[in-house]
């Protein structure tokens, strides 16, 4: 019973907090897009797993001139790669990372990224915590890092045969350039991300998870921070 106020109590201060840090910024709203992306995975006697993941992302903005695709032609934003790794140390802990290299219109990009990933149950509720820190290249940009804590609520369930999970997460990023003292005001936070999805699994090795994300950029603070 304690452990759960606790956690009713952290969320309404994480809630509360992303309130007042947003507030003052202008949010930057984009058309909604289509993110396709394919998984593969394989997973030791642990649970440890190694994967390999292909994304697309298009937009649904007619106007937009971007990569040639099959589908959608030049409202393709982006073609990416990334070959990831996570170990797990107990039931609760673990610990990953992944290299990512990506193309976009007039740039390329290679994302690094390592996190560290909590797991506990209140009332048959999975609660998964992740703290990320990735460092982003850019072919013709200075290159950036970013912090991204994220916390994800997910509940399993099974109907006939198949394993049915409805999850929800949001995700917070803090940009910086690794530099102290710098004189330019700056955000507090740089964009949030809500993501739902639901995943079906006919059998073990199968895995259909179609998802809805919500991202939000934020422009700039007027004030310094």
Request: hydrophobic content about 40%; proline content about 5%; cysteine-free.
């Amino acid at each position: 019973m304690f452990s759960k106020f606790k956690f009713y109590v952290f969320l309404l201060f994480l809630l509360a907090f992303i309130k007042f840090a947003v507030q003052a910024q202008q949010k930057q709203h984009i058309d909604p897009e289509l993110w396709p992306e394919v998984q593969t995975e394989y997973v030791f006697k642990n649970t440890s797993f190694l994967y390999f993941r292909h994304q697309y992302r298009f937009t649904t903005n007619p106007d937009y001139k971007g990569l040639n695709s099959f589908v959608l032609n030049d409202q393709l934003k982006r073609i990416q790669f990334r070959l990831g790794y996570e170990h797990v140390f107990t039931n609760t802990w673990a610990l990953g990372g992944s290299q990512m290299f990506s193309f976009e219109p007039g740039r390329r990009l290679f994302f690094t990224d390592v996190y560290i990933r909590h797991l506990n149950a209140i009332g048959g509720i999975q609660l998964f915590k992740r703290v990320m820190i990735d460092y982003l290249q850019y072919t013709n940009t200075p290159s950036i890092g970013r912090f991204r804590p994220r916390l994800d609520l997910d509940k399993p369930f099974k109907i006939n045969n198949i394993t049915v999970r409805l999850r929800t997460g949001y995700e917070v990023f803090f940009y910086t350039d690794f530099k102290a003292g710098r004189q330019t005001p700056v955000r507090l936070i740089d964009r949030t991300r809500l993501r739902a999805e639901i995943s079906l699994q006919p059998n073990p090795h199968i895995t259909f998870t179609p998802f809805f994300t919500k991202q939000t950029d934020y422009a700039k603070l007027p004030r310094y921070w």
